[in-house]
């Protein structure tokens, strides 16, 4: 059972009409992977790190305020043709979604910075997400999840109307 489906079945009954679960995806907070790879000390990231990204898609509208929002050490990021969704995870040896953390309707993202590979022994993909009168979302995706990662935000990016570069 793939992480898309575990997210489909915790979401029975939930879903919104005519709504479609398209990835589940195992998330860190930003520099997670690596102090869970190798032990190494938190990475630079979050708010800071999303403001300084040279390249972003950005969405006309509200601005986005420079609070991180929270999230745990771990967590799965699902993706449904309607909305973004961030769930603790549940499960001791297989991760599961539990808890729905956050729930942002696509429509209130309003920008995605450009996804930021670090390779390595702790590869991993960060990518931050500016979310409408709500804050940033700061990602990282281990490396057996990188490609799904990508394709997902390559899927977020796609549903915003024009790519420009971040304000300085």
Known sequence: ???????EKRLAGELL???RVLYGVLGFRT????????????????VAGAAAMA?????GGADVPEAALQLPGR???????Q???VFSIGGVVVGKPRKLLHAFALDRILW???????????????VSLGVAEEGVLSFEFPRLQVPDARNMVNRIRRSLPAEQETPE
């Open 75 to 81: 967590y799965i990021v699902g993706l449904t043709d």
């Open 31 to 46: 520099g997670g992977v690596r102090k869970t790879m190798v032990g190494g000390a938190l990475g630079i990231g979050g």
């Open 55 to 59: 390249m972003a898609t950005t969405r």
């Open 83 to 85: 909305r973004l969704l």
């Open 112 to 126: 995605v910075s450009e996804p930021e590979l670090i390779t390595g022994v702790a590869q991993a993909l960060r």
């Open 17 to 19: 009409p005519a709504e």
């Open 1 to 7: 059972m793939t992480l898309a489906d575990k997210v």
